[in-house]
Nanobody, 124 residues
Framework: QVQHVESGGGSVQAGGSLRLSCAAS????????KAWFRQAPGKEREAVAA????????YYADSVKGRFTISQDIDKNTVYLQMNMLRPEDTAMYYC?????????????????WGQGTQVTVSS
C-alpha cells in the first residue's frame, strides 16, 4: 500500500502564502493522478486541484484558480500545492489523495489513497 504524507500546513494571515507537500512512499503503476482536497468543519470534503502524473495536465476548483498551483517532482514522488493570496475561507484540513487516472470534476469517493491531512488556517 502506497503511503502519502502531507506537510507544510500552518497559520497565516489573509494574503499570505503556503506550500503544501505530499510525499509518496513509492512509485506505483496503479496511480497516475494526485489531487488535493480540503475539508472545513461541518462541510463536505471538496477537490481543490489535481494533476495527471503522466502528462502533467492540471485541474482546479473555480474558487482557487489563479491563486493555487499544483505541481510535481517525479524524482521525489512528491506533489506540491502552492497557495498564494490566501483567504479566511481557505481555512481547512488539506488532504493529498491518489487514484488510477484523473477525471474532473472529481469527488472524494473516487480516490483510493489518502494522506493524514495538514491543517491550514488563514486569519483575517
Amino acid at each position: 500500500q502506497v503511503q502519502h504524507v502531507e506537510s507544510g500546513g500552518g497559520s497565516v494571515q489573509a494574503g499570505g502564502s503556503l506550500r503544501l507537500s505530499c510525499a509518496a512512499s513509492e512509485h506505483s503503476n496503479s496511480i497516475t493522478c494526485k489531487a488535493w482536497f480540503r475539508q472545513a468543519p461541518g462541510k463536505e470534503r471538496e477537490a481543490v486541484a489535481a494533476i495527471s502524473l503522466a502528462g502533467g495536465a492540471t485541474y482546479y476548483a473555480d474558487s482557487v484558480k489563479g491563486r493555487f498551483t499544483i505541481s510535481q517532482d517525479i524524482d521525489k514522488n512528491t506533489v506540491y500545492l502552492q497557495m498564494n493570496m490566501l483567504r479566511p475561507e481557505d481555512t481547512a484540513m488539506y488532504y493529498c489523495a491518489a487514484r488510477l487516472f484523473c477525471v474532473w470534476p472529481t469527488y472524494a469517493y473516487a480516490y483510493d489513497y489518502w494522506g493524514q491531512g495538514t491543517q491550514v488556517t488563514v486569519s483575517s
